[in-house]
Every structure is written in C-alpha cells, then in structure tokens.
C-alpha cells in the first residue's frame, strides 16, 4: 500500500496527463531555424529556380523529414511523398496518381505518359522523402520524369540513398549525372545547442553538453531526452534544473 499522500500523487499525475497531450503533438514539431533548414531551403529554392534534381542526405534522426516538411508547407507548388520501404517504380507512380488526382492506368508507361504531360504545364514541385527506400527503378523513374518535364525534384535520405543514386562503382552515370545540387546534414553548432535546450527550459550550459554526448549529438534523440525531462520535472513539480539528463536517458533506448 502507497504510504504517501496519494491525494497528492493523483493530482500531480492528473496534471501531468492534462498536458502530455499538447507537448506530444509538439514533441517533434519544434525544430529551430538553423544552418540545416535553411540550406535545405537554399537547396530547395535553386532547385526551383534552374529547375533541377537535388539531393538531401543525412544519418537518422538529424532532423531533415521536420525540416523538409517545414520548407515544403512554405511552397504552395510542392507536392511531398514520403517513401514506404522498398517503393517500386508501380508504387511510385501510384503515389504520383493520387496527389496530383490523376486516374492510374493499367499499364505503368501509359500512367507515366499522363503524368508527363501533367507535370509540364504545371509548375509543381517534387520532394521525396525517405528517398533511400527507392528501388533502382523507382529512382530511373524520377529521372525520367525530370528529363521529359524539367519538373524541380528534391529527394531526401540517409546515406543510402546517395550510394544508390552513384552505384558502387559509379556506374549509375545517367542518374547521378542528373543530381545538381547536394547537401549533408551537420550536426548542431554550439549556439543552435543552446537554443534548443533553452527552448525546453535547459539553460545551463552543462547539461546542455551531457545532453549532446548522450544522445550521440542526434537531433531527434536531444528532443527525447528533452521531453523527457520536461514530463520528469512536471510530474514532481520541480525545475526542470534539477532534473538529471543521465538519469532521464536511462529511460530511452539511446
């Protein structure tokens, strides 16, 4: 039996339930302004501008899907898919069909000749997210829809994807030859750090460097430990000071 004020402990759990809700639904959502996102953009941007393939990579959890989504809702002409793994060239084009409302036909080159003709006389833009799921073919399928429409596409992934676009002894030539523009996820400066933890309420520069080392500087990781000491330090009402990011990474499978 709980020898405690359990009157207390409700009331602490029923504040803490009241608003988990809200920080989840924020959870990811907050991601600053900084060097990634707006080379992304810039990337985006000239892509649209000389309208060319560009690529996006970095490992998982660098924060490129949130930044990507953040540009693409600020371009009303964007059409973002995100890959299912192992996408085919059929599934692609089924994607295709349903965000631009194009009817599928049964054979995949009459669907693709449709397309076509949609793509150029709009001004559209393509952005690939979890671009490395892409089969081969789906990937020659992109570039034959930029070489027929000069339609600007941007595919996003993890390093994978850049060793599939150039083959393992580059000899994927006439894709990679396509790729105008690149950009590599970095990891945080110190000052976008500091902006992240004091976004969260860390204002203290110590636990913002352990909150690096822990999470392997992975921006996605950082949030979690982030939130989770967040929730800690609601949960108990006390400053989120006081709250030990070691003892929070224990909680996560970092």
Not at 62 to 83: D, F, N, R, W
Not at 150 to 160: C, L, R, S
């Amino acid at each position: 039996k709980y020898a405690g004020d359990a009157k207390e402990l409700e009331r602490k759990i029923g504040t803490y339930l009241e608003n988990y809700n809200e920080r989840t639904s924020l959870g990811e959502s907050i991601h600053l302004e900084n060097k990634n996102v707006r080379s992304i953009r810039f990337v985006i941007n000239k892509a649209i501008h000389r309208r060319k393939m560009s690529v996006i990579v970095g490992a998982s959890g660098t924060g490129k899907t949130v930044a990507i989504q953040k540009v693409a809702s600020e371009i009303p002409e964007s059409i973002l898919i995100e890959c299912d793994p192992k996408t085919t060239y059929s599934s692609l084009l089924d994607a295709l069909c349903e965000v631009t409302g194009i009817d599928r036909k049964r054979r995949n080159h009459a669907t693709a000749n449709t397309l076509y003709a949609h793509f150029k006389k709009s001004r559209r833009v393509l952005i690939i997210d979890e671009g490395e799921q892409l089969t081969l073919e789906a990937l020659e399928g992109l570039r034959r829809l930029w070489d027929k429409t000069n339609t600007p596409i941007i595919i996003a992934g993890t390093e994978a994807l850049e060793h599939q676009i150039r083959g393992k002894k580059r000899e994927q030539t006439q894709l990679f030859t396509r790729i105008y523009g690149i950009w590599r996820m970095r990891e945080l400066e110190k000052d976008e750090l500091k902006e992240l933890c004091e976004s969260y309420g860390v204002t203290n520069r110590f636990p913002q460097e352990q909150i690096k080392k822990l999470a392997s500087n992975n921006l996605r990781m950082m949030c979690w430990i982030l939130q989770e000491m967040q929730d800690l330090a609601e949960l108990n009402q006390t400053p989120i000071a006081e709250v030990n990011p070691s003892h929070v990474s224990q909680l996560l499978m970092l």
